[in-house]
């Protein structure tokens, strides 16, 4: 049985397992700020067996007083520096931020739902 996400305040629902069939739309597209915490990035840093200094400089830059990962070019566009380009996933799915974890809740698509279909078709409107 296919198990449906939902949260209070979005007319739509995320179905869970969907995310394979997609290509990693919610980690490429138009570029923008992929924040992470300083703990996340410890954990991330971890994670890919780096200090947290070596991971800071390869993956990391401050914007508007917080961290946020890079990006790379990626199909006329922008890629987060951990999207696989061969499995079209996360690379670091297991430690990824709380804005990657949270989408596609987020506050923006409340009032934007029709442009979160375009972006994740693992939604449905309810």
């Known amino acids: 049985m296919e198990q449906l996400e939902t949260k209070l305040g979005y007319?739509?629902?995320?179905?869970?397992?969907?995310?394979?069939?997609?290509?990693?739309r919610c980690c490429t597209g138009e570029s923008g700020y992929i924040w992470i915490s300083e703990e996340e990035a410890k954990k991330a840093a971890s994670f890919l067996l780096m200090d947290m200094d070596s991971f800071a400089k390869k993956y990391l830059f401050v914007a508007k007083g917080r961290l946020s990962i890079i990006e790379k070019e990626y199909n006329g566009g922008h890629a987060c520096i951990f999207f696989d380009e061969k499995a079209k996933n996360c690379s670091i799915y297991e430690v990824r931020p709380a804005q990657?974890?949270?989408?596609?809740?987020?506050?923006?698509?409340?009032?934007?739902?029709?442009?979160?279909?375009?972006?994740?078709?693992?939604?449905?409107?309810?």
Do not use: M
């Open 11 to 24: 007319n739509f629902g995320f179905r869970h397992g969907f995310c394979e069939e997609c290509g990693g």
């Open 100 to 126: 990657c974890r949270s989408f596609p809740f987020w506050d923006y698509y409340k009032n934007n739902t029709q442009e979160a279909l375009k972006e994740c078709p693992a939604l449905i409107v309810l």
